[in-house]
């Protein structure tokens, strides 16, 4: 049966009388990726719950063990001491006691960790939620008000929300709010998930806490790498499926052969990879050589070269160094490989003794793949067709409001609630109801319907506000029943069409399959 259409409005009594974008509600912070309920009473695992600050701090008695989280974690009013450690004590002996087990935080967060003292007696100690972990399993679990911020003059390992240092282990499905901002003497590696990974994978994470570090030693060659997910990657280490969003910045103050680096996914980076990640944090760096990258800050090679594939910067970009060398670029800077990448933010450097690099892409090695990076508009960014070589099947998507209406992660779609649905009302009689279910009334302007994913824009809806709980219905044209508004159109669908309900910018909000 074909059907042709006409527009109905419907109106109901409102329950508010804000109006609010339509599309849906985003909730974030939230956890990109499922969580898989455990089985607490598995005997391989010999898992461990946890339900309070006490709980938590345990784990430094047993980190082979195996734990979950029972509860959400408040852990304000009390410095947080890092669980595993790798340091120098006062004697100057090699400790290290790092996490070797598993923790799955089952959708539950930590609020309120604070990391601003550190204890005089012990060099070299990171900080995080976990201090130093190897061949460990950390995932989904959530950081929120975090404040890891101290100055101090002394020797300090990586610095990172969950995990300070990392080796030969995963983190997936974890997120940190708040700020990682550290300010110590020699070499200062920080980041918003990790301070420093090897050998080590990161997926399905996010950082939107603002990472500040800087160097305050006025010695040779040391100086400070920060980054949005991790401040320095090395030796395989892996991110994928990730994002930032918090603003990135490394500065070293002076010294002979110092440098900054500053990425807004990584800092510094050696033989590690990037792929299906975004960032839209601003990013800066000065010192003597200062080098930042909207998903790089530096890429050397010493253990390999470093590849980014599938990723997108739409933050500012600054590089500044007063005495030495500068470079900045919308992806990264030096030696490496990048694959289809794309920027949209602005890149700036200023340099007063080498010549200052600036581009979408910053090449100072033997690397084929700049052509691979796209300059494009905010504007731009907003539209599929932009993305030709981007995967929108299993990678990328739009939502409609969210990350100013530039790609997202597929998996964002679980934490995204559609306010705006196509439904069977009555279709007997041919018609199809477009609903409001919030409890907020919604603008309808620039909204089209459509039976053609090839052209969304076949129908559009008229300028109204639907109400809360209120519909739009879709019916034959030409229908008798009392309407309160009509825009006539043909709009012809057959059972077993595939109707979207679409934005201006082309984004499909929802569908609905016509029944047979």
């Known amino acids: ?131 130093f972990a190897a061949g460990a399993d950390i995932k989904n679990v959530g950081l929120e008000d975090t404040d890891i911020n101290f100055t101090v003059d002394m020797l300090i390992g990586p610095i990172g929300g969950i995990v300070g240092d990392i080796i030969d282990s995963s983190i ?71 994002f930032n969003t918090g603003n990135v910045t490394a500065v070293r103050r002076s010294g002979e052969w110092s440098f900054a680096v500053a990425g807004g996914i990584i800092g510094e980076a050696d033989s590690a990879s990037v792929t299906g990640s975004f960032n839209t944090g601003n990013v800066f760096a000065a010192g003597q050589r200062a080098f930042a990258g909207g998903i790089v800050g530096y890429a050397c090679s010493e253990y390999g070269r470093t590849y980014i594939d599938d990723c997108y910067n739409a933050g500012n970009i600054t590089a500044f160094s007063e005495s030495w060398a500068v470079a900045a670029g919308g992806i990264f800077h030096a030696d490496g490989h990048v694959g289809t990448s794309y920027n949209a933010g602005n890149v700036f450097v200023e340099g007063a003794f080498k010549a200052p690099q600036t581009g979408n892409f910053v090449q100072n090695g ?27 099947e299993n990678t990328w998507t739009f939502i409609a409001g969210v990350n100013n209406g530039m790609p997202v992660l ?31 009334a919604l603008s309808a302007r620039g909204l089209f319907l459509s039976n053609d994913a090839e052209n969304l824009s076949k129908l559009q809806m008229p300028a109204i506000i639907v109400r809360a709980s209120g519909s739009v219905f879709a019916g034959p044209q030409g229908n008798s029943t009392p309407v309160h508004k009509r825009m006539v159109t043909s709009l012809g669908f057959c059972a077993g069409d595939t109707l979207y309900l679409s934005d201006g910018a082309g984004r499909i909000l929802s569908t609905f399959v016509v029944p047979m």
């Open 172 to 242: 997936s499905n974890v997120y940190n709010t708040g700020s990682v901002s550290a300010a110590i003497l020699a070499a200062n590696t920080v980041g918003g998930v990790a301070g420093m990974i090897h050998e080590t994978t990161i997926t399905d994470s996010y950082n939107i806490a603002d990472v500040s570090g800087e160097n305050i030693q006025r010695s040779f060659g040391t100086g400070v790498s920060a980054g949005g997910i991790a401040g320095k990657a090395s030796q395989s280490g892996y991110i994928s499926s990730s």
């Open 1 to 131: 049966m074909l059907i042709a259409i006409a527009m109905v409005i419907t109106m109901v009594p409102a329950l508010n009388s804000a109006t609010t974008e339509i599309g849906g509600t985003f909730t974030l912070p939230n956890f990109i990726a499922p969580i898989e309920i455990i089985d607490h009473d598995c005997p391989e695992m010999n898992w461990i719950a946890i339900s309070d600050r006490a709980g938590l701090e345990a784990i430094a008695d047993n980190l082979d063990g195996n734990f979950y989280l029972a509860a959400d974690i408040d852990l304000y009013g009390e410095e947080w001491l890092p669980i595993g450690r790798r340091h120098q004590d006062h004697w100057n002996d090699c400790i290290e006691r790092a996490f070797r087990g598993t923790f799955d935080g089952q959708g539950h967060v930590i609020r309120n960790m604070t990391i601003t003292t550190v204890n005089p007696w012990v060099n070299f100690r990171a900080s995080g939620l976990f201090g």
């Open 366 to 392: 033997s690397n084929n793949g700049s052509s691979n990076v796209m300059p494009f508009t905010t504007a731009e960014m907003r539209m599929q067709s932009t993305f030709a070589d981007f995967d929108f």
């Open 410 to 440: 597929q998996a964002f779609r679980h934490m995204y609630t559609p306010t705006l649905l196509i439904e069977n009302a009555d279709f007997s009689e041919g018609w199809i109801e477009i609903r409001n279910s919030t409890d907020s």
